[in-house]
């Protein structure tokens, strides 16, 4: 009988790739403001910089027109996702508005190993791509994905990030909470 890995959903920014880092570099030079990543208390920059959406995407393609300058949210990733292969299959599943060619060559750069890359213009549209692909299984720092992902039985492995710290109060069945990538793995009962 055909066994089929199940599907796993990995983001790229805030997730894998610690582009935030580089945002706030970027922003803090333009503005003159002196903002770290750990003060970020909401996923959504625009509003909590009080600027347009525009200029929050402008910032970030900037980020993403140097790739090389982007770090990885955590050494351990590509081991991680390599373990994460050897079970299940991963699509790099994310909205971000970096290129294909920059985002391929950042996650080539790094080591990332997976079956398949997914790019959507929003976050929501993910959902429909799960359902598409067949991904039950999001490793995400979005928060809104998380609660409307777990409401259409979904499971969300939350990266932990100063932006969705609320959400320890909602973990449950569909919504683990990871402080690192060594927890990705013992929420996903890989660990060698």
Do not use: C
């Amino acid at each position: 009988m055909f066994n089929k890995k199940k599907i796993v959903g990995i983001d790229i920014d805030g997730t894998i790739a610690n582009t935030h880092e580089r945002w706030l570099s970027i922003a803090n030079q333009m503005f003159g403001i002196n903002i770290q990543k750990a003060e970020i208390n909401s996923y959504y920059l625009d509003k909590l910089f009080k600027m347009e959406r525009e200029t929050v995407n402008e910032i970030f393609k900037k980020v993403w027109h140097d790739p090389d300058s982007i770090k990885l949210e955590h050494n351990d990733i590509p081991r991680v996702i390599g373990n994460i292969r050897n079970t299940f299959e991963v699509y790099i599943l994310t909205a971000t508005i970096g290129e294909d060619a920059e985002v391929r060559r950042w996650l080539r750069t790094n080591k990332i190993s997976f079956d398949g890359l997914i790019h959507v213009d929003r976050s929501y549209k993910k959902l429909d791509e799960a359902k598409k692909h067949g991904i039950s299984i999001f490793i995400d720092d979005h928060p809104d994905l998380a609660e409307k992902a777990a409401a259409l039985d979904y499971t969300t492995i939350l990266i932990l990030q100063p932006w969705n710290t609320h959400m320890v109060e909602r973990a449950g069945e569909k919504i683990k909470i990871a402080t690192d990538w060594s927890d990705v793995e013992d929420l996903l009962r890989i660990k060698p």
